[in-house]
């Protein structure tokens, strides 16, 4: 029943992100004559802002715009303007009919209220990253633009080496790229990123999940990419310089036809500071990166249009150093190599039923390798995957009711290839065999079907769904996952109050899951244990507020419980820097998160976020491979904090437009230190492996880092603007202190990271119309 299901859903789908539509702006005289020129689009609550030309007959198309308020804007030389506000709540496009009137006939201009500042409608805990945002973006190092902008949001925690933790989860962010999923780790050292210029919006969510998202479900972030709306030929280009011998470029070239878009995407990236380092001395820590892209889209008729997006990208770098490595030569090399081609359709059935198709065949592929000098241990690695991914849905508009429903395969194969060689005996058991060699390859498939309703009726508004899913790799499982979320507005629209449960059912990881369940040690006589990894099942809470601070500032407050089972974690291959997944047997982590924005206040804008975040987990581990002394793991029951569990975390930035083309901005962050497992050595121990000022930046009575904190400036101005071009400068200093600060000490994967010292960067960008 479920697959003949699924196969009838295949011939439909969803083109953009959840809760996503489309605005057609048709603008003219008050006789019905098309008046072609620019329109303004703008909502504040999404972080959004685009400006667009009408066509010949007058008509201009915005996609994939968040559900809520848009503020529409039209000028016509000779006429009144008109601004009004647009309602976006449907999948199906809003047409929107601008007639304009001669100055003379109505001098004023027509005017409605501004777009709000939060939407009356989301019950579910997300924020926006627009593309004002996205471009004063601070200049990273490579791979760690997008990872970077998610982390100024509360609830999220960025790790060593840019790897993004939502809500004390390990490794359970999923991002979803132009609609559609990648559930596999995106951090700098698995993934390459793609080209930041490139990117339009994001959108973020920690709770509140639509039933259409599944698998990894820690926090998901929308990312959007696109052509320009705007017709005839742009093109940007961008390059920045800065500290540790860093330099990036970055090219777009883009032309929008009276039916069709195309954009071209180049960008690459070399920085001596490619990951954080465990001492002071960064050694060996050269990386590079590169990526391309090309974007096309159609409009096949007035009901169907047509994407294509094809990606590769790239990134090469060398694992740094502790002192004793470094002192006996070794260098590890590592890579990881992406291509990817995504196709979509939609089509407009009626007025109120509208359906998608969109589809992704996805290779992924990793290598690690070592020089002899290399110690304690030689190690090797190849891995990868071929995905194939196809998702369809069917979306429709009745009432008070905005459905969807729809399904998606993804089907793949895995391969893993591992070696070792030990050149330390003495930093491991006498029974774990000195060379080792695993080859394995297996095949991947995963089903969902889901079907869900947005329900608006006076101040309420309930988003309610169900998914069902099947995941087969090296386990079986499958679940039905429940969604419930509710939001109540005050009649005045500026007091949202809303909850939500979320059930979720989240896949292991895929990095190094083949070598996690193999059986290889056990037929070499070494001491093992080796459980299969399960899919983990767990019950999100949330409850929150929304509210209006006059017309220019909101506050979000929201408050979190997540109780999860076989909870998904990742374990060191003894020391070769390979981790692998494991599950422990549950977790119980609670907190709150406050923002407060405020917008353009005597040309001062900003925002301040809070989050308090405490996480449980219990043994034993009941999934993953453990040699040795680790197999005590297996019969404990011993309770720990997980190793996300920083108390308190505080991020803020204030900016002043000093005009339209010029602007500073001082930001701000502080982390009350994270907690590390116990040290194997002592404090001179580590100080001789990590150095002294490593040692003082960790506390062994409590097992916590100590607290961090982080001041930076930025400033950006446009130094030359034309008709059809601008050239815009951007200079900023990070960790304007100098501030020491330990990231993580002693983890079993991330091990000891160190923040980097005070750092400048110039970035200049070009932009022709």
């Not at 030309?53 to 996609?63: E, L």
């Not at 100024?152 to 925690?157: D, R």
């Not at 047509?306 to 002192?323: T, Y």
């Amino acid at each position: 029943m479920i697959p003949c299901l699924l196969a009838a859903l295949m011939a439909l789908g969803q083109f953009a992100q959840a809760n996503t539509g489309e605005l057609r702006v048709t603008v003219t005289d008050s006789t019905g004559a098309a008046l072609p020129g620019p329109v303004e689009v703008v909502s504040p609550a999404n972080e959004f802002r685009q400006q667009l030309d009408t066509d010949a007959s007058g008509v201009a198309i915005v996609r994939r715009l968040p559900f809520g308020s848009y503020r529409v804007a039209v000028s016509r030389t000779g006429f009144a303007d008109v601004t009004q506000i647009v309602e976006i709540r449907s999948a199906l496009p809003t047409e929107f009919h601008v007639t304009m009137n001669l100055s003379a006939v109505q001098t004023q201009t027509t005017v409605t209220a501004d777009a709000a500042l939060i939407d009356p409608h989301q019950p579910a805990s997300v924020h926006r990253i627009g593309t004002e945002t996205l471009q004063q973006r601070t200049t990273v190092l490579p791979g760690r633009a997008l990872p970077d902008l998610v982390n100024t949001q509360p609830g999220w925690l960025l790790e060593a080496n840019g790897i993004l933790h939502p809500r004390g989860s390990e490794y359970q962010t999923q991002y979803v790229v132009d609609g559609l999923p990648m559930t596999d780790n995106r951090s700098p050292a698995f993934a390459p990123e793609p080209g930041a210029d490139d990117v339009h919006g994001m959108t973020i969510m920690t709770g509140g999940y639509p039933a259409e998202y599944g698998r990894k479900l820690g926090g998901i972030i929308e990312v959007v990419t696109g052509a320009s709306a705007r017709r005839g030929f742009g093109s940007s280009v961008s390059a920045s310089v800065g500290s540790f011998e860093t330099g990036s470029g970055e090219a777009i070239l883009e032309h929008g036809g009276e039916k069709s878009t195309i954009s071209v995407t180049a960008a690459a990236a070399t920085t001596d500071r490619y990951l954080d380092p465990p001492v002071e001395e960064n050694f060996t820590n050269h990386g590079s990166t590169a990526n391309a892209s090309m974007r096309f889209e159609r409009t096949l008729s007035s009901s169907s249009r047509l994407g294509i997006i094809l990606r590769h990208g790239s990134s090469q770098f060398l694992v740094p150093n502790e002192h004793i490595q470094q002192e006996a030569g070794q260098r590890q090399d590592r890579n990881s190599l992406e291509n990817a081609a995504q196709f979509s359709i939609q089509r407009i059935f009626s007025s109120s039923v509208v359906g998608d198709v969109r589809g992704m065949v996805r290779d992924v592929s990793a290598k690690l390798w070592s020089n002899p000098e290399s110690t304690p241990i030689i190690a090797s690695q190849d891995r990868g995957f071929r995905e194939f991914y196809l998702n369809g849905s069917v979306s429709g508009h009745r009432g008070v009711h905005e459905w969807k429903a729809g399904g998606d395969i993804s089907s793949g194969t895995v391969r893993e290839e591992f070696a070792y060689t030990i050149t330390n005996e003495d930093d491991f058991d006498a029974d774990v065999p000195p060379d080792f060699n695993f080859a394995d390859r297996r095949h991947n498939n995963e089903q969902a079907v889901f079907v869900q309703d947005q329900i608006r009726k006076g101040p309420w508004t309930v988003n309610a769904g169900l998914r069902w899913d099947h995941y087969s790799l090296v386990i079986e499982d499958n679940a039905f996952s429940p969604r419930l979320a509710v939001a109540w507005s005050s009649p005045g629209k500026d007091l949202v109050l809303r909850a939500s449960y979320d059930r979720a059912f989240q896949t292991p990881a895929i990095e190094n899951l083949l070598l996690a369940s193999t059986d290889e040690f056990e037929r070499l006589g070494a001491e093992t244990a080796r459980l299969p990894v399960p899919t983990s099942h767990g019950n999100f809470f949330e409850a929150g507020m929304a509210k209006s601070i006059g017309s220019r500032a909101r506050i979000d407050i929201t408050g979190f419980n997540r109780r999860m089972t076989d909870v998904a974690d990742d374990d060191l291959l003894l020391n070769t820097g390979v981790s692998f997944p494991i599950a422990f047997d549950r977790a119980n982590i609670y907190g709150a998160e406050a923002k407060f924005e405020f917008r353009q206040w005597k040309n001062v804008s900003g925002f301040l976020g809070y989050s308090l975040l405490h996480g449980v987990g219990q043994l034993p581990v009941t999934g993953g491979l453990f040699l040795g002394e680790d197999i005590e793991e297996l019969e404990s029951t011993e309770e720990f904090p997980l190793t996300q569990d920083q108390r308190h975390t505080v991020r803020g930035r204030a900016t002043y437009q000093f005009s339209q083309s010029a602007w500073i901005a001082v930001a701000g962050s502080y982390g009350s230190g994270l907690p590390f497992e116990d040290f194997s050595g002592t404090p001179e121990d580590a100080a001789e492996q990590f150095g002294q000022n490593v040692v003082d930046r960790v506390d062994f009575e409590t097992g916590r880092v100590k607290a961090n904190a982080s001041l930076d400036i930025a400033a950006g101005m446009t130094v030359g603007k034309w008709a059809k071009s601008a050239l815009r400068l951007q200079a900023e200093v990070r960790n304007l202190t100098n501030r020491f600060d330990v990231i993580n000490f002693a983890g079993l994967f991330s091990g000891t990271a160190l923040a980097a010292p005070r750092s400048f960067s110039v970035r200049l960008r070009w932009d022709t119309r």
